[in-house]
Structure formats: C-alpha cells, structure tokens
C-alpha cells in the first residue's frame, strides 16, 4: 500500500486502511522504544496479512492541553510521517486532536475510532498509553475490552538501555543540553530541524558567510549555540555548520536558526531543508565586536568541516 496522508479524522478512514493493526502513540521523535513498538505491530501485521497503520494525533495533546508550553516538539508531522514510513508503517492516520475528540470516553475511543474507523484486529501500544477523555481508558482497560470484542491487543513493556527507558522526555532533555549525540543514540537517527528557509536580514553576506535562514516552527528549541550539522538539499546531504540563538553580539532577540552550507552559493529562499545536527561545537557567545564575531564564525566552520569529515 501506499502512504498517503490522506485524512485526520477516523471517521474519514478509507477501506484500504481497515482491518489492520493499529500502532498507537504519539510517536514524538520515533525513537528507539517506537522503533521496538513499530517492528513488534510489524510482525503482527505481516502474520495476519493486513497493513500497519499508525494512529497518532495532531496537535499533540500536551500542546492541546498545555497551549502555553512553549516549543517542544522533536519531530513535526512531515518527519513524524516520513520516520513511521521507515520503519514500516504502511498509512497514518494523524487524527485532528480538539476539543471533541479530547472528550471522548474511553469506551468511545475504542468502539467508534479503534473499530468502527479502522476496524482494528489488533493494537499495540506501550505500557504507559492512556487513552480517553480524562485518560480514563489504560491498558488494562483494552486487554477487557479486546476480550470482550475480539480483537487482540499486544502491550510492549518498557525499552531500555543501561537501566534507563528510552523516551521522548529524556531526547529533550539531551537537546536542551546540547548532547545532540547522546539524543541521536537514544533516537536511533539524528535529531533534525526542518523548516522553510526564509529571508533574514542577510549579514552573514555582508561578512563573507552567507546562512540560510531555516523556520524553526514548534521545533523543541535545543541549547543555543553553534552545531556541526548536515543539510539535505535536493537530495543531497551537505556539510554545514549552523547557529541557533539570539545573536547577541548584533542586538537580536529574535531566536534565529541559520546555516552555512560549505561550498554552495545557490539561492535556497522558499524551499524547505531538513537539517540534521551531529556535534555541538561551543555555546552562544558576545563578541566585543564584528572583526572578533568573523574570526570566531570562521573558526567554528574549520571546527564542523573536521567533526563532519568522513570516517571521523
């Protein structure tokens, strides 16, 4: 089958994506206890011969709940949907996550959007989903329901590596430190930004080091600073280094993610990049002046062109 982003709503769903099995989960970040729930439902689905279907939800309900939180997300739904896609989920229903869908009950989550919608013959979700207005369905509840409506519930246990649960929770945590490998590990991928590049006020054309300016959007805001990464660009990935923070040496407050792409001088204004962080390289600094900024911002690009040479 393919992927098609078709609809966000369960009462939308098209037969081809009936009668599957049902990942559950918010799936922030796909990251290695995702990866584990997705090859387990993957399993069920090839034994079955049915299609994998993820059910998450959009916005994610902490957003939904918490409007004020502040940026958080680590991955938004064009690298959600793409990441599932990788590791083997066939379709995804993104379902609109409002006001009426918060206040269903439990009961109504799994006989109107689990069964009537998607006419689930099994789900797999980890051992902490809840579900329904107020949380009130958990797993317990969908083992009683599964035996009472016949369809086969698989409920994954924690994964962990060296004692500690790989989460969503602990990725940020990482990223706010600025041990983008660390959060790479516990994801199994790199962390990426993707954005739109949009017009910025151009002074790194005015000191020989021309950035693109890339929409962080509700990207989690990970520590300000200058990183090592890699950007696609048609198709292509890229050696670069980029700076996220206020620019204090310049008297910005605005929250600016640019990025210098190492031998390339083409126009990338309107297109979306997807930038993939490797190392962090320093913390976001004043400089008493542009000649001290210049020396610096060249330094930090000798700095990411050696972290990013191959084999290193």
Known sequence: MTLVQAFDDWRQAPAAWQGGVVALGNF????????????????QAKALGVPLVALTFEPHPRGFFVPDTGPFRLTLPPAKIRLLTQYGVQAVLAQRFDAAFAALSADAFIADVLLKGLAAR???CGY??????????NVERLHAEARARGFGVTVLEPVMREGEIYSSTRIREALRAGMVK??????????????????????????GFPTANVALGEHLRPRFGVYAVRALVDGKWRAAVA????????GKLQ????????????????????????????PEMKFAGL??????????????????????
């Open 291 to 312: 000649d001290a900024l210049k020396a610096q911002i060249a330094a930090d690009g000798e700095a990411a062109r050696e972290i990013l040479k191959p084999g290193h």
């Open 128 to 137: 902490d989903f809840t579900f329904g207005a107020r949380r009130g369905g």
């Open 122 to 124: 099994h789900v797999v």
């Open 182 to 207: 660390d959060a790479a590990e516990l994801m199994g991928h790199p962390w990426e930004i993707e954005g739109a590049v949009e017009l910025g006020d151009q002074r790194g054309r005015t000191i």
């Open 243 to 250: 700076n996220l923070g206020r620019r204090p040496t310049i």
């Open 28 to 43: 922030d970040g796909v990251h290695r206890g995702h990866q584990a729930l997705l090859a387990d439902a993957g399993r």
């Open 255 to 282: 929250e600016n993610f640019e990025v210098h792409l190492f031998d390339f001088a083409a126009d990338l204004y309107g297109k979306t990049l997807r930038v993939a962080l490797v190392d962090f390289i320093r």
